[in-house]
């Protein structure tokens, strides 16, 4: 069975509702606003290990999540927070991910990664530069993904994104794919 982890996350809510930023800026003394340098607040969140770009358009991009189930975690933090000071947040609202990095192992312990790299379009293996083949992954005209594979059957794929509404759709959105990867390419090179 394939494992993996969310090493990183980059996403996007979008809340239908206009933010007040002077009004959350004033009652959250640990986030920094100035509109005159960014049109954003900034609001740093777990120790500053994740940080929130929150907007007035209602717009809120978030950086730093180590996994998905975190993203749910923020956004009752988000609603804790503003409802505290008379702002509601509307139940309904859209999740796109702008960038997701994803460390797993595939089911297999010895991948070929010269003979990948040679066959798989576009990919590329300079082991004096990086241990893993790069190889890119096509999941649609306009969306692609890439793998860094390494010998041991690990890897990180980088790029995976998407609209979704709900937690669980994007945990098997990004399952699938990486499950795809494993049956239409790496079951090929492996040993």
């Given at each position: ?101 994803v460390n797993g192992k595939f089911d297999v312990d010895n991948v070929n990664i010269v003979e ?6 576009g990919s590329t293996y300079n082991p004096e530069a990086f241990p893993a083949a790069i190889v ?28 979704k509404k709900d937690i669980k759709e994007i945990y098997e959105d990004v399952n699938k794919i ?14």
């Amino acid at each position: 069975m394939v494992k993996w982890d969310v090493s990183n996350i980059v996403a996007t809510l979008y809340f239908n509702i206009r933010l007040p930023l002077d009004k959350i800026a004033n009652s959250l003394p640990y986030s920094s606003y100035d509109p005159e340098t960014f049109p954003g607040l900034i609001l740093p969140l777990r120790n500053g290990n994740i940080k929130a770009l929150i907007f007035n358009s209602g717009t809120i991009n978030i950086a730093g999540l180590k996994n998905i189930n975190e993203l749910e975690d923020i956004i009752k933090t988000f609603r804790e927070k503003f409802e505290e000071i008379g702002i509601k947040l509307p139940q309904e609202y859209k999740i796109k991910l702008q960038n997701i990095v994803v460390n797993g192992k595939f089911d297999v312990d010895n991948v070929n990664i010269v003979e990948l790299a040679d066959r798989v379009e576009g990919s590329t293996y300079n082991p004096e530069a990086f241990p893993a083949a790069i190889v890119p992954y096509t999941i649609s005209d306009d969306y692609e993904v890439t793998f860094n594979v390494f010998k041991n059957g690990e890897f990180v794929c980088a790029g995976l994104k998407g609209i979704k509404k709900d937690i669980k759709e994007i945990y098997e959105d990004v399952n699938k794919i990486i499950l795809d990867f494993q049956e239409k390419v790496i079951k090929k090179y492996s040993k």
